[in-house]
């Protein structure tokens, strides 16, 4: 079973910087997707950032681009969002989201979709 640990989330001003981190844990043979989603109160989850394990290919949504910025370090199982120049908008719980291939149950290998505990980001003054 893959487990998600989360952490980086607080208070921060308008205009302000976090770095959230999560990392991936478990048995692990691949990674295909790491992604960051986010939730507002009263709001449904929606992506903010997404990359490609193998070859780095980002996707962002557009509420986001040029101020967030996706990594990863492949090694470590572990996603980073870099958020710059942050709104208030922004504030909600941050969950990270990575895709894969595991063991399976009974032998061989199955895909697998873990979701992280999510982490609190507010913007305000």
């Known amino acids: 079973q893959v487990q998600l640990v989360e952490s980086g989330g607080g208070l921060v001003q308008p205009g302000g910087s976090l770095r959230l981190s999560c990392a991936a844990s478990?048995?692990?043979?691949?990674?295909?997707?790491m992604a960051w989603y986010r939730q507002a109160p009263g709001k449904q989850r929606e992506l903010v950032a997404r990359?490609?394990?193998?070859?780095?290919?980002?996707l962002y949504a557009d509420s986001v681009k040029g101020r967030f910025t996706i990594s990863k370090d492949k090694a470590k199982h572990t996603a980073y969002l870099q958020m710059n120049s942050l709104r208030p908008e922004d504030t909600a719980v941050y969950y990270c989201?990575?895709?894969?291939?595991?063991?399976?149950?009974?032998?061989?290998?199955?895909?697998?979709?873990?979701w992280g505990q999510g982490t609190q980001v507010t913007v305000s003054s």
């Open positions: 990359i490609v394990s193998s070859y780095d290919i980002t």
């Open positions: 478990g048995t692990i043979f691949s990674i295909n997707f």
């Open positions: 989201n990575v895709e894969g291939e595991g063991p399976a149950r009974l032998g061989g290998r199955a895909d697998f979709s873990s």
